[in-house]
């Protein structure tokens, strides 16, 4: 199975700040990589698939990129409502993994 | 709008099976396949299995043996059954939409405890 290892697992941050989470696959994924956002209520939304496409009504303050295995998701400047759980998932060979998450909290 | 609801029990007794059920609306299951994903505290986000606009279906090694997927697409509904539930299968799981990049809209969880 691939590993998606995630980093940091958490993280604090203040409004306005640009954070950057990471995930490194154990295997070459070809870019098959998405974020996936977690509210504390459980409600889980696509954000970017193919490592750096935007998904349509996502602000354009999230984005994507790659650099060999390394994944990173970048939010240019924080508003309230980022303040959730982020994770990657592959999808480039079953089966499909994610990372462990990381926890972005208001500092 | 796309829209995923889940239902199913809360409570599952050990060796008992879980059986949630998926409706969607706003796509045909004709068109779309579903992912179903589980999340727990000791093993995070685990991926299932997926049943494809077709019928056929692909699972998870660790769960091919007491895992089943099935969907009645008249209804619009899919159908997610596992065998032999133990303690270390409580956990939220979640349908999700299929599409090219991965899983799209997410159905709402379902949070499921074993316990006697």
């Known amino acids: 199975d691939i590993q998606m290892t995630q980093s940091p697992s958490s993280l604090s941050a203040s409004l306005g700040e640009r954070v950057s989470l990471t995930c490194r696959a154990s295997?070459?994924?070809?870019?098959?990589l998405s974020w996936l956002q977690q509210k504390p209520d459980g409600t889980i939304k696509r954000l970017i698939y193919?490592?750096?496409t935007l998904d349509s009504g996502v602000p354009k303050r999230f984005s994507g990129s790659r650099s060999g295995s390394d994944y990173s998701l970048t939010i240019s400047s924080l508003e309230s409502e980022d303040f959730a759980d982020y994770y990657c998932?592959?999808?480039?060979?079953?089966?499909?993994?994610f990372g462990g998450g990381t926890k972005l909290e208001i500092k | 709008q796309v829209q995923l609801k889940q239902s199913g029990p809360g409570l599952v007794q050990p060796s008992q099976s879980l059986s949630i059920t998926c409706t969607v609306s706003?796509?045909?299951?004709?068109?779309?396949?579903v992912h179903w994903v589980r999340q727990s505290p000791g093993k995070g986000l685990e991926w299932l299995g997926v049943?494809?606009?077709?019928?056929?279906?692909d699972y998870n090694a660790a769960f091919i043996s007491r895992l089943s997927i099935s969907k009645d697409n008249s209804k619009s509904q899919v159908f997610f059954k596992m065998n032999s539930l133990q303690a270390n299968d409580t956990a939220i799981y979640y349908c999700?939409?299929?599409?090219?990049?991965?899983?799209?809209?997410w159905g709402q969880g379902t949070s499921v405890t074993v316990s006697s």
């Open positions: 706003g796509f045909s299951l004709t068109s779309y396949g």
């Open positions: 999700a939409r299929k599409v090219r990049g991965a899983m799209d809209y």
């Open positions: 193919a490592a750096s």
């Open positions: 295997q070459e994924i070809s870019g098959y």
């Open positions: 998932l592959q999808y480039a060979s079953y089966p499909w993994t």
């Open positions: 049943i494809w606009s077709g019928g056929s279906t």
